[in-house]
């Protein structure tokens, strides 16, 4: 026993140091020199300045950039791989558009909606300097790349490309897929090394698509300028376009100047930053005046340590701003950009804001930037719902009801993302859970914490008039972390599966659902406390770097002190569903042996061997069955109550298909639940974790067929309105 | 005319307590089986679970949406939307937006209209007789203008089919998605869509006059052919479309003031006991109320319609009063088959 027990102390040793080893190995990340610019707060190795002009007579975009990428991973490269995703909607070839029909929608868009992009100028050039460090591309005056290249006054060192441009797909090898371009060099970029790229490029501005595009006068503007894919230790990184998945890309600075007509509103990413070293420029606000004849305003944003711009006009917004401010935490100048039909709603924008700011601040660790900006956008416009780095888009409606959480849901989701997606930077192409699942988790989490509005609201007449079921409470565990949808679809995909190949119309499901589910069923094994820590160690560890599934997991062994492996085994690596339920419940009278006390669990031999002999009952034999309906494994207790009020917890590992629990007791078996505590929340059927001899199927069925026998009633005379 | 034609008609209802009382337990005991039927699935479901208890105690979501999860049929209209003014909002946008009913319910609500229209016979007769008829009567002419009912509910039938199959997909679902598809403020879509409900409810309640009068021209003057009836029905709108309207915007109005009630007074969910029986017999006053409501429209119309063509009674014959009347009609070279 004493040697049996070394044994397993020594193994145990070996298994963290090995565990830890690991950890430290993964903690290396997809790039080898992804580690923070001095002085900043990610690598910044792609650094985007950008002209834009908006046309609004054509619905078209004109652009012009100069990117200073810097090669941060293990290996050389000759070549650049960009995402120009507009092209997604340049046809009905495209992988986006086919994949749309896939999952049902297969309405041809309109002549006018159409999108697209095309470079018309590409050339790359290695600076004179290349220190990496981040300057003003414009303005610095170490760079001899400013008064050339954009100005073309000198061609010195720029080697023209354009023509070299080729497109790929190398997810499904659609020829017709124009989402990712690729450029041979007539080199090899060093690891460390920079390289200019200058690009032109025009844009034709589609309908809504993908929350990006225009309706009337509002524009929405996201993934529209050609952008650089992440380059790996393994390779470029560059995913085509796909219906069910977001986006990838490299952290550093954006120095964007937007030409739009006068009328515009215009928000963006970035705005006011404090960051050191100071911007060359003042941002934000700095709206270039070109004098009273112009018809343009020139906006000038500024961004730093993002890895996405995205930017908004319209001439209705109504531009609102509040300080967020919370002990502890940074404070944060919250900018909304509001719907004048909502006028009325700001406080809730700002109070779901600042809840997000602080609690995922509390939880996860402080919102690095002085700026965010909320973006209520225009009725069908497409852009709801939808997340960039310190700008996101939120959601209203004409009539939103007070009880109800809209905005107040999509406002804390969006809001969220900041943190999982744009301070730790996943891979939304291959692990959309890894951003779309902890954020709805946490979401979830903020809504009831904050004490926000949870009622349920029905909408009728196309949508336009909501009804409040006040007796509907929503529920974080459930409603909050979508159990719903995810019980519908929960064997769709395994959640391992690069998210780009998830079946489109079921990928939100296993993305969102499923993520926030196990979250939340880890946050009830291990408690609070441990989650939260997990979670706060990832968010730190991995922030402004590109974390892979395996770095999470890792975090949650490491945190939670034990080998969770077996956890994600069933929950991530299986499409395999949880479903425990009592098979049987039973409790009959028995003749009790003499030395019976109120405690007696038998054994299979033992209940054979019971006498019950001729005389009177005096107990009850309750037997217990529990059964694993479902094909994924996790321990769940076994509560089992009496009528004497006493209760019985057994802990199962739930790895045999069912379990025979048998008590001989004086008092009569009342009722089993399986997982009371409900830990398992990814457990599909819930109504069969519980079995009780006091029916009250009976009167709750009356109650509830009586309300339908209303409505029916109530809808044959609405139809008597005909004879 | 308009005005003591309503109160003549609430009169007719009032006085015909029997017809009151037989709509209201006929419209019960029509959905009362496929209500047993849901509460055995509901039943079912539930079996033993410690999750019957919260949903008989208030509202469990969580079992809810696991029923609706396997929920077929019949069953998948078991929603949170029966639960108070939910259902009627649920039943009038359903109608109004051309949403299908699940078959179970489809071939209930055609049941009841079958039903319905075998009775208009009866009811018409009775409030157009303004004398109690006994069951005999009733049934008797029921029996007898059932079959003219039914060739112009052939009609009728096809009219809505139209309306619902063309014009309401030309206005609401096509025409709106042009008329806003560059709409980016919400309210302006909305006003849109309440002009649309307009122009489509105006159609309705259109065919919906004429139909009614089609119906109470067939009873009151026994007419036997229903196209005829219908030419009728068209005539006498046409020449009275101020008090006819008139009319049915204060019936409609009624209409809107009982909605407003209801929505103010429907139970929720509420726990089983007392107050569940409270709560459904609140609901069955408001369903009785729905139905005085539908027999004041054919009350008032009959007698709106008898004052107008001065049939003193119902088997008064009528003054030869040029053009209303159908031995005029007869004598001014009418087709024969619009007359007896």
Redesign the interface.
Known sequence: MHGVMLRSKAAAAALLLVGLVGVEARQAGVQRFDRPQPGARSPRNANYDIDVTLDHAARSLTGRETIRWRNISANPTSELQFHLYWNAWRNLDSTWLRERRLAGDSTPPRADAWGSIDVTRLRVRRPARTDGSFGGIRTNPSFAVQTEGLNGESNTGWIDLTSEQRFLAPDDGNAEDRTVMGVPLPFAVQPQETLDVELAWTGKIPRPFARTGY????YFIAQWFPKLGVLEDRGWNTHQFHRVTEFYSDYGVYDVRITAPREFVVGATGCRASLTPEPPVACAEGIVWLGNNYPQNTHRYWAADVHDFAWTAST?FIDVRRMFEHPGLPRVEMRLLL???HAGQETRHFDATAATLRYYGEWFGPYPYNHITIVDP????GSGGMEYPTLFTAGS??IAPSRVPQPESVTIHEAGHQFWYGIVGSNEFEHAWMDEGLNTFSTARVIDEAGSPDR?A?R???G??P?V???????RA??GNR??GY??NAEADVQATPTFRYWPGTATFITYNKTALWLHTLERHLGWPVLQRIMSTYFDRWKFRHPQPADFFAVVSEVAGRDMSWFFDEAYRSSNVFDYG?QS?TSTRVRLKPDTTSEVRLTPDAVQSASEGTKEPNGYRTVVVVRRFGEAVFPVDVVTTFRDGARVTERWDGRDRRIIYTYDRPSEGL?V?VDPERVLLLDV?????????E????????????????????????????? | MTVPAWRDGLRRVFRAPAVVAGVFAF??F???P???A???A??A?????????A??E??N???W?????QASGLAT??S??????????????????AEP?VLP?TA??AA??VA??FL?GGILDRLARQRPTRTFGFFGASGVFFWRFLRL?VI?GLV?WFLFSYVHAWL?DEG?RRL????????D??LW?IAL?MVFGAC?VAA?ITFDYARIRLVVEDRRSALGALRAALRFVGRHPRTVIGLYALNALVFFVLLGVWSLVAP?????GGL?WVG?VV??LY?LA??VL?LQFIASQTALFQASMAHAAYTAAPAPVWPESPAVEAIAGVSSTTLR
């Open positions: 309706v009337d006068d509002y209705r719907q004048p039909e225009a009725f069908q416009s409606r004409l349920l029905l009728f007449f196309g336009f008039i009804w079921i006040e007796d509907v409470r929503l529920s459930t409603d159990l719903t019980r519908d009592v419940f009722s639940e059927n819930y109504t069969n974790n519980s079995a009780t001899l029916l009250r199927a009976g009167d709750a069925s009356l109650k509830w067929s009586l309300k339908w026998l209303v409505w029916l009633q109530d809808l044959m005379l609405t139809y008597a309105f005909f004879v | 419209t019960l029509a959905a009362l496929l209500a047993l849901l509460r055995g509901l039943e479901h539930m079996g033993r679970s410690l999750m019957a208890d949903a008989a208030a509202v979501y969580d079992w949406q696991e029923f609706a999860s209209t078991f949170p939307a029966i639960v108070g003014f939910a259902a009627t909002l649920d039943n009038l946008s359903s109608v109004l937006d009913e319910i209930a609500l009841y209209l319905w229209t208009s509910s009728a809505y609401l709106f806003t598809r560059d709409v980016a403020v919400e309210r879509a909305f869509r409900y309705l919906n929720g969910a509420g726990p089983v569940m459904f609901a069955q369903l729905r139905i539908k």
